[in-house]
């Protein structure tokens, strides 16, 4: 039991050690600079220069610990968790933001579609009032072509396999916007 507080008093020497040697500030400096630039790249859009400079910041913190402040393994492993929890506070932070705060109100995080959500609605609507009409192919259709239904031209899909050019089909279904022809034989 007698050792077990000693290791636990050696490791919290160590950890207090981290910020009050000679170079510490060097450190503290490099580790909420590193933040700062990782907090700048989530909200910029991109893996860009603020992301590699504050990964190349909290890198460089750990290298001054271990180097110019002779810092111990633990030293170096213990930084390294700090830095890794603050990293991960702020990703569930901005996360939480994004869903249910503020962030998520801007135009930043973009919550909807740029797409109407009537659209094709209309369009299917007047689709559908070509079942049953007969028109004259204007491609051939294997199994995609064009149809001429009076006046107008439309895209349709073969319902029986290939069909040439100049026979006459009919409308037999519409789905998601794709007009449906089968030929018609007399």
């Not at 930084?79 to 506070?89: G, N, Y």
């Not at 933001?97 to 209309?122: C, H, M, Q, W």
């Not at 028109?135 to 001429?148: F, S, Y």
């Not at 319902?159 to 026979?167: A, E, F, Q, R, S």
Request: glycine letters at 10%; proline letters at 3%; one cysteine or more.
């Amino acid at each position: 039991m007698n050792t077990s507080i000693l290791l636990a008093g050696s490791a919290w020497n160590e950890f207090v050690s981290i910020f009050t040697g000679e170079f510490a500030w060097l450190t503290i400096l490099l580790m909420v600079v590193g933040m700062v630039l990782c907090i700048i790249e989530a909200i910029v859009p991109g893996f860009g220069i603020f992301g590699i400079s504050g990964i190349l910041c909290e890198v460089g913190a750990v290298v001054v610990n271990a180097t110019l402040c002779n810092g111990s393994p633990l030293q170096v492993l213990i930084l390294i968790l700090i830095i890794t929890l603050v990293t991960l506070l702020i990703f569930l932070l901005f996360v939480r933001s994004a869903r249910f705060g503020l962030l998520g109100k801007t135009s930043i995080v973009e919550n909807k579609s740029s797409i109407p959500s009537d659209y094709g609605k209309e369009d299917t609507q007047k689709l559908k009032e070509l079942i049953g009409k007969e028109g004259i192919l204007v491609t051939e259709c294997h199994p995609v072509g064009n149809v001429r239904i009076g006046d107008d031209v439309f895209e349709v899909s073969s319902k029986g396999g290939i069909i040439p050019k100049g026979d006459v089909v009919k409308v037999v279904a519409v789905e998601n916007n794709i007009i449906y022809v089968s030929k018609i034989t007399y």
